[in-house]
């Protein structure tokens, strides 16, 4: 348990502890390593001082480092991921519902970045939680002679809580010091933990009759464009919206908005497509984003009941639909958890106008575990496609803290719809220090059409198993290896052979953060029913085939200024072969200035009139951080597959005042990317914004 002081004013906020206001908290210094020895007292020392006034609270971090020089520290970006830096993370669990939280990282250098844990998960990109959240807090950090220091100020406003007398946080603090690859935490602290096991948190005390912290945020856009889509004329739209922000409790939260832009919105990288299904890629959208893992239904693999990026995004093209506004409910009453959605889009080339309505409920049971439902309703201009409803159960039951049953019953309905429009699955997974395993049954119809949703295929009476043993060898450098094999095997509904799979797959984890991970066989059985587009003039034509495939990967120590990657897969492809080599590398060599590559080649032969050809990918991206609060980004890409190969995006971002940005964007090429099977053609656009935002409590 740790313990908060009160204070009459704020500290000092100036990356140092030098302020004796300081010294009126307890430190709290009881860490324990999750990595690499779980249990074991850290090898540096860290301290935790925590002030509040009426209307924020104070964390005063100091990290001791034997090593001071080598504190890695490369990263000016607000938002962007520092697994690469030395940070620091504090999870507040301020409803203490043991469910989810707020996370606030830091690293050495007072960059910010920030999201929310959603029953226990972690975010989309497999970091400790999901960045989509956005807080006003401010932070500052210092490297000094005997390690580093930062100071935090998190205002009540942005925990959305409210006057109270007395209070009782969930609490939890991580260290990680990169050049050991090191991970350490206050509490759950066991390696099948981490920080994203909100109800294995400690507890926060002595916070008492604080003022009211009512969240009200208001954000007004305005932008000035000029766009030019192929055999189209240029536009010149000068337009504005609006977003708010309204906590109507301390756990329920409204989000509005008003013709709302995504201009600012990162560009998607250009994917190639080398199977018949489609591609999942994850959504980027701030209004989407945020409190999106109340919105999750999973489905299993990547297949989600819900997902965001139909609305708005045309899921061919990638062209943007306008959004004439949305509203969104999101939070908890009592043991329930609420999320509630509706967006208005107008009509855009193909694309009619349409209304979503989406409504999801979870009743929380034990520690980890809850029963659900969700709801969802599409009403669009389609004479032929004027509605589709979607309905879905679910749960997930924890038990002995390792094991984890999951299931789903879901159906959808649209216009002349048959029957065998359903999806019905589960899982009964395990998870250890030295075995993750995994057996699941599912059954999805050929007709089950979530048009909001991401199925990779339909069609489909899945068996699946996945058994990882994990061990930690007593051998200089490396940390664990692992040896992993599963089989897939799922005909179609009418029990006819549609894909098998089955791999068995060798890795290891060095202790500086290298990797390598190898596929020692990966045998297919996948029958094609419809001519599959691959490039250009190439159809890989209907049949059943059978080949197998290999795959080597290794990367570099995450511990150094230049790190790189290589990947090598080979073998039989559609009855050809197909080789694909990845090289990638990143070189950080001032904390302001960073650039990365990437460079993909696949050489197919294939027994076509046309099937000798290569598809070359590559991106570069260089990005330059004048401040913390001023940066700039570029990435130009180049796809052979495509008859304009060559894409670029151009970002300066001013961060004048906290949540309040002013943007300056040049964009050639897709801002998002097909989600469709076949690589379809991509539209071309040109596109020079500045858009101007200002974030103001009423």
């Known amino acids: 348990m740790a313990e908060a002081v009160p204070v009459d004013h704020a500290p000092k906020l100036d990356g ?16 324990r390593q999750r990595e690499p020895f779980e249990g074991k007292p850290p090898t540096e020392k860290t301290e935790v001082r925590i002030l509040y006034t009426r209307h924020a609270v104070y964390f005063g971090i100091r990290c001791y480092d034997s090593q001071p020089s080598r504190i890695v520290a490369t990263e000016l970006r607000r938002d962007v991921s520092q697994d690469l830096d030395d940070h620091f993370e504090i999870l507040i669990d301020s409803n203490h519902d043991r469910r989810g939280a ?21 975010g989309s990109d497999g970091g400790d939680f999901d960045r989509g959240w956005d807080g006003v807090w401010t932070s500052e950090a210092r490297i000094a002679s005997d390690g580093w220091t930062a100071t935090i100020e998190i205002p009540f406003t942005t925990l959305n809580f409210t006057h109270a007398s007395e209070v009782i946080w969930g609490l939890n603090l991580k260290r990680f010091i990169r050049r050991k690859n090191e991970e350490d935490l206050w509490s759950a602290y066991r390696r099948t933990f981490g920080i994203t096991k909100v109800s294995e948190a400690g507890e926060l005390r002595g916070i008492k009759d604080i003022g009211s912290g009512r969240l009200f945020i208001v954000k007004p856009y305005g932008l000035a464009r000029y766009d030019k889509q192929s055999g189209q004329d240029p536009l010149f739209p000068l337009t504005g919206g609006v977003d708010v922000k309204y906590g109507l409790t301390s756990k329920l939260v409204l989000n509005l908005t008003a013709n709302t832009d995504f201009a600012d919105t990162e560009v998607d990288l250009e994917p190639f497509n080398l199977t018949p299904f489609k591609v999942f890629i994850p959504e980027k959208r701030q209004f989407f984003l945020e409190n999106a893992g109340i919105f999750n239904f999973d489905m299993g693999d990547q297949d989600q009941l819900f997902f965001s990026r139909q609305i708005g995004i045309d899921p061919i093209t990638g062209q943007q639909v306008p959004i004439n506004g949305g509203a969104k409910l999101t939070g908890t009453f009592g043991r329930t ?36 439902v969700m709801g969802i309703d599409k009403r669009s201009g389609d004479a032929l496609d004027d509605f589709n409803q979607t309905g879905g ?30 999806d019905v699955g589960a899982s009964l997974s395990y998870r250890s220090n030295w075995l993750d395993g995994i057996v699941e049954r599912r059954k999805i119809g050929p007709n089950f059409n979530p048009e909001v949703g991401f199925i990779e295929r339909a069609d489909s009476n899945e068996t699946y198993g996945d058994l990882t043993f ?30 098998q799979e089955w791999q068995g797959t060798f890795r290891a984890e060095f202790n500086n953060g290298a990797y390598t991970d190898n ?20 159809f890989i034509p209907n049949g059943l085939y059978h080949f197998a495939r290999h795959q080597l990967t290794y990367g570099s120590g995450q511990d150094r200024r230049f790190t790189y990657s290589f990947f090598e897969r080979f073998g039989g492809y559609y009855g050809g072969t197909l080789n694909e080599f990845r090289v990638r590398a990143n070189y950080r060599p001032t904390a302001k200035f960073s650039l990365s590559a990437s460079e993909t080649w696949d050489r197919f032969r ?17 990005n330059y951080s004048f401040t913390r609060f001023l940066t700039f980004t570029s990435l130009v890409q180049m796809d052979t597959s495509n008859a304009q190969a060559v894409s670029a995006n151009f970002r300066l971002r001013y961060n004048y005042r906290p949540d309040s940005d002013i943007y300056i964007i040049y964009n050639v090429g897709t801002q998002f990317a097909s989600i469709a099977p076949a690589n379809p053609p991509q539209i071309r656009e040109t596109r020079f914004a500045v858009k101007f935002t200002y974030s103001f409590f009423p």
């Open 102 to 122: 707020y996370v606030f990282e830091i690293n050495s250098l007072g960059t910010q970045s920030d999201g929310l844990i959603v029953e226990e998960q972690g």
């Open 337 to 372: 958890e609420l999320g509630i959605m509706d967006v208005d889009t107008r009509s855009s080339g193909p694309n009619p106008y349409a209304n979503y309505v989406v409504a999801r409920l979870k009743e929380a049971l034990w520690a980890g575990s809850y029963i659900g």
């Open 470 to 499: 994990k061990v930690r060898p007593e051998i200089p450098s490396v940390r664990e290896v692992q040896f992993e094999s599963f089989i897939l095997h799922a005909p179609d509904t009418r029990n006819e052979v549609s894909t």
């Open 606 to 622: 294939l027994p076509l009139a046309n099937g000798n050809f290569s598809v070359l990918l590559a991106s570069l991206q260089g």
């Open 16 to 31: 140092t502890l030098d302020d004796p206001l300081w010294l009126t908290a307890k430190p709290i210094g009881d860490f």
């Open 519 to 538: 596929d020692i066989a990966d045998v297919f059985t996948q029958r094609i029913t419809t001519p599959f587009h691959i490039y250009k003039n190439a």
């Open 393 to 422: 159960v679910d749960t997930r039951l924890v038990f002995f803290k390792d094991w984890f049953v999951d299931a789903h019953m879901a159906g959808t309905r649209s216009p002349f719809a048959p029957s065998g429009a359903s």
